[in-house]
Nanobody, 112 residues
């Protein structure tokens, strides 16, 4: 089974940027789509963005025009470029394949 691992999280100030990576242990093309979720302890997880195998992207209203998802099939990686970050974006970010495979997540903290 192909596994996913996220990276790129960290601490950033309000207005800053981060790029998260979701890298597959095998071919990223094994997935029809990759979802990016985020979750804050005690709250329901939120679907942030989706990238399909054919390059179609979709975003939650809360991140539209600030976040952009892209893919590099040669690197078996899907990226989540986050800009104009706000404290409300603080969460653990996960990528998940359409078969339910999910990585351990990467923590993003946005300071005010």
């Amino acid at each position: 089974q192909v596994r996913l691992v996220e990276s790129g999280g960290g601490l950033v100030q309000t207005g800053g940027s981060l790029r998260l990576s979701c890298t597959a242990s095998g071919s990223i093309l094994a997935f029809n789509f990759i979802d990016w979720y985020r979750q804050v302890p005690g709250k329901q997880r939120e679907l942030v963005a989706t990238m399909s195998k054919i390059g179609f992207a979709n975003y939650a209203d809360s991140v539209k025009y600030r976040f952009a998802v892209s893919r590099d099939d040669a690197e078996n990686t899907v990226y989540l470029q986050m800009t104009s970050l706000k404290p409300d974006d603080t969460a653990r970010y996960y990528c998940e394949g359409d078969d339910g495979v999910r990585g351990p997540g990467t923590l993003v903290t946005v300071s005010s």
